[in-house]
């Protein structure tokens, strides 16, 4: 399948404009270049992140500057235990109409309606609330009193978890992670990295990034990513390495059958296969090979993965699991 000669100039573009939004967020963001990478792959497949790091390791911040170089809206949700659906959709108000007199209600949009919506700790908030931020999610729609509205693209939604505290928290179901096409640990910085991040955040210049690509041309892009040929081996490799997952597949490892209780599903083929073309997009390659697949493999595979008790015992995690799997292909 040729590319016409229109898309080869929108990768080009794609390119430089991926080597720029990365200059901008490294004025501000000290390290974590692989979660950059993961968090522009994520955004130009369509597909949402879940983000799992303890406190104080800039999430918010990483979040903020990169809606700064896209200038995009954005909006911060802080989950807590007694946040409702409406705090986050939006909710109907009883106003006047000046000039009939009558009383009419009027929907005041909630912090949704943004391009990109940071939902932080959202495992503290309960199952209703978590429910209606991932059907706006997956629909790309709100619905209030029987209307529905629309919500503007792009639409990119990240969302944390803090893993150390797990009082009063409600993790999200498999089903539910299942939604989220990235699902991203952010680990503590190195010990030249946490030096560089105490000079830079302690002096009195903030550095500030710059504007490199608006929401339109963001969403040029995506449509650009879906059109991208993949040959039949890469599709190939990626179901393959979806179904060594499952351990009552024949062809699974034995330590699949002896540590899995449930494997990945079909999304995670597919994710697979945009995220390898949204990274070969990012690179300004034409077309994506198995080495985008394996680079993708973790964050899409990860949180799809369920372990069992003799996993628990062994003391294996999910991620470890998808290292062995990967050394194995």
């Known amino acids: 399948m040729q590319q016409n000669h229109d898309d080869l100039k929108l990768l080009e573009e794609l390119k430089v404009a991926h080597d720029k939004i990365v200059e901008q967020i490294d004025k501000v963001i000290v390290g974590q270049k692989r979660i950059i990478e993961e968090l522009l792959i994520s955004l130009f497949s369509r597909g949402h992140c879940l983000i799992i790091g303890v406190p104080g390791l800039a999430k918010t911040l990483l979040i903020s500057t990169l809606s700064k170089t896209l200038n995009l809206k954005f909006s911060r949700i802080q989950f807590t235990p007694d946040l409702m659906p409406s705090d986050i959709t939006g909710t109907e108000v009883l106003e006047e109409d000046k000039t009939t007199g009558k009383k009419v209600f009027r929907f005041i949009k909630g912090p949704i309606f943004a391009n990109i919506v940071l939902a932080d700790e959202i495992n503290r908030t309960p199952?209703?609330?978590?429910?209606?931020?991932?059907?706006?999610?997956?629909?790309?729609?709100?619905?209030?009193?029987?209307?529905?509205?629309?919500?503007?693209?792009?639409?990119?939604?990240?969302?944390?978890?803090?893993?150390?505290?797990?009082?009063?928290?409600?993790?999200?179901?498999?089903?539910?992670?299942?939604?989220?096409?990235?699902?991203?640990?952010?680990?503590?910085?190195?010990?030249?990295?946490?030096?560089k991040i105490v000079h830079l955040t302690t002096g009195g210049l903030e550095p500030e990034p710059s504007t490199v690509i608006d929401g339109n041309r963001i969403v040029e892009l995506q449509k650009l990513v879906r059109r991208i040929p993949v040959s039949d081996i890469v599709v190939k490799a990626a179901v393959d390495l979806v179904r060594n997952t499952?351990?009552?597949?024949?062809?699974?490892?034995?330590?699949?059958?002896?540590?899995?209780?449930?494997?990945?599903?079909?999304?995670?083929?597919?994710?697979?296969?945009?995220?390898?073309?949204?990274?070969?997009?990012?690179?300004?390659?034409?077309?994506?090979?198995?080495?985008?697949i394996r680079y993708v493999a973790k964050p899409v595979l990860q949180h799809r993965i369920v372990t069992n008790f003799n996993a628990e015992a062994d003391g294996v995690s999910a991620a470890q699991i998808v290292d062995r799997l990967l050394k194995r292909e």
Request: proline letters at 9%.
């Open 127 to 195: 199952p209703k609330t978590q429910a209606a931020l991932l059907q706006a999610m997956q629909e790309h729609q709100v619905s209030s009193s029987g209307e529905t509205y629309t919500l503007g693209e792009p639409f990119f939604v990240m969302a944390t978890q803090n893993p150390i505290e797990q009082e009063g928290t409600y993790p999200l179901p498999e089903a539910q992670l299942d939604r989220f096409m990235f699902n991203i640990w952010i680990d503590y910085p190195s010990e030249d990295e946490e030096i």
């Open 246 to 292: 499952r351990p009552d597949n024949e062809n699974s490892p034995k330590f699949i059958k002896d540590w899995v209780s449930w494997g990945a599903g079909p999304r995670a083929s597919q994710y697979l296969i945009i995220g390898a073309k949204s990274r070969c997009a990012l690179d300004g390659r034409p077309t994506p090979d198995i080495d985008d």
